[in-house]
């Protein structure tokens, strides 16, 4: 069997040093097993995402020496390969999860779910966890709702602990509680990522998910998805986010950090993977390389005694470079 790995990024922001990160990681994982690598670029949030971005997005990652056997720009045979161009797709996995019973309106406020998020369970990449308030409606208490307001529409979870093995955490389990019921179209028509993200990686044969560990809640969601719509999951690996000298994260509005800035400031694509390989173990010290030259030694990430599992501080030599570029 082909291996095949993707990359994914959102248009909404110029690239950054963390996107590098697991980037580079995803592309040397398929070029090391002779595998398939895929550029998609996610931009099922119209309203956030900008064209223009995803063209300075693979321009940025041509600078950095990554390269896609299909993708946006050339092709393939999964075309299409921007999420906008998908949506009969998500649809049709919609219509499905609907005969099988598994979805129900929802008619709850973002007020009402702002408070719901800072009830028991915290906060995750859906937000707070969902009391199911909408799934045991009545038809006359739905019909009454429905009559001011357009539904979203929510995916029944089984409410039991959720277990998966992923790349990096290795076994991992979540409570039933903390994986409630979540959106998988929004009222106002947008498909959510969880569904999006699921029918696109099955649809293109997607083997291996390589990405940040702020998406390792959405795992159980998609597995949830992947088996109610009878479709092969694929392996996980949620490598460490790059956070800054004060354990932040890196975000997509300090530009001081994006790969743009960096190229104009005159930083070579050598030198920031040579930074990025070190911190993640691939090589010894920070050390100009080229992205093709580490295929052959590519491991996954060293995590060293102590460490959090899901942060990789940058190394001092490229804080020095990143406060010298913020002067």
């Known amino acids: 069997m ?21 980037a580079v990681a995803s592309w040397l994982q398929m070029r090391q097993a002779n595998g398939q690598f ?9 309203a956030r995402s ?19 056997d299909e993708g946006p720009d050339v092709g393939g045979q999964y075309a299409p390969y921007v999420q906008s161009e998908r949506l009969p797709l998500y649809e049709a996995a919609l219509e499905r999860l609907k005969q099988a019973g598994l979805l129900y309106p929802c008619y709850c406020s973002r007020s009402e779910l702002a408070r719901i998020a800072s009830a028991p369970h915290g906060l995750s990449s859906e937000g ?47 409570a039933g509680e903390a994986v409630s019921d979540f959106v998988v179209k929004r009222a106002d028509g947008m498909f959510s990522y969880q569904l999006a993200v699921t029918v696109d990686d099955a649809a293109m044969g997607i083997t291996d998910v390589l ?45 001081s950090i994006t790969l743009a800035s960096l190229r104009d400031a005159g930083v070579s694509p050598e030198t920031l993977i040579g930074v990025l390989a070190s911190a993640a173990g691939w090589i010894d010290r920070p050390e100009p390389v080229a ?27 490229l804080r020095r470079l990143l406060s010298g570029l913020r002067r």
């Open 291 to 317: 992205a093709r030259e580490l295929i052959s030694t590519f491991t996954p990430i060293r995590r060293q005694a102590g460490e959090p599992q899901d942060r990789l501080a940058l190394s001092g030599s």
């Open 211 to 255: 990405r940040g560990a702020d998406l390792l809640d959405s795992t159980p969601r998609q597995l949830a998805l992947y088996e109610a719509l009878e479709l092969k999951a694929p392996s996980f690996v949620h490598v460490p986010l790059i956070v800054d000298g004060n354990g932040e994260r890196l975000s997509k509005r300090d530009r």
């Open 2 to 22: 082909i291996r095949r790995g993707r990359f994914a990024p959102t248009p909404s922001g110029m690239l950054h040093i963390g996107n590098a990160f697991t």
């Open 128 to 174: 707070g966890a969902y009391p199911g308030i909408c799934r045991h409606l009545t038809e006359e208490e739905r019909q009454a709702k429905e009559a001011h307001k357009t539904p979203a529409m929510r995916f029944k979870m089984t409410g039991k602990p959720a277990t998966f093995r992923d790349g990096w955490a290795g076994e991992v389990t979540f």
């Open 50 to 68: 900008r064209a223009e971005l995803a063209q300075k997005q693979l321009e940025d990652l041509r600078w950095l020496g990554i390269d896609w």
């Open 38 to 46: 895929v550029l998609r670029v996610e931009d099922i949030d119209t």
